[in-house]
Nanobody
């Protein structure tokens, strides 16, 4: 069973930077996974933030383009989200999501992912 573990969430001031990581040490054929980051701020619905497929194509929600960068290291079975110039509206619980054996385009639809992490809290506030 694939398990995902996020880390890196913290309290940061507006304009600051933060790096989130998602590890999947138990994943077989991790290089075939499609991966993504979502964030959730109740009562809003979960929102796709950034995605990367097994061909390293990336996709971002408009609100983070130019500020966030998603990447993956297949050898380490790790995905990273580099977040720069953070804004208060970036606050939320960030979840890592995966879809094994995926050869699709990068996607920000939650229904496309079958494995989810427990989440890590990001708070942007002065």
């Amino acid at each position: 069973e694939v398990q995902l573990a996020e880390s890196g969430g913290a309290l940061v001031q507006p304009g600051g930077s933060l790096t989130l990581s998602c590890e999947a040490p138990s994943a077989d054929s991790y290089e075939e996974f499609c991966m993504a980051w979502f964030r959730h701020v109740p009562p809003k619905e979960r929102e796709g933030v950034a995605a990367i497929n097994n061909g390293l194509a990336t996709l971002y929600v408009d609100s983070v383009k130019g500020r966030f960068t998603i990447s993956r290291d297949n050898a380490k079975k790790t995905m990273t989200l580099q977040m720069n110039n953070l804004k208060s509206e970036d606050t939320g619980t960030y979840y890592c999501a995966a879809r094994p054996r995926c050869w699709a385009r990068a996607s920000l639809r939650a229904s496309d992912f079958t494995v989810w992490g427990q989440g890590t809290q990001v708070t942007v506030s002065s």
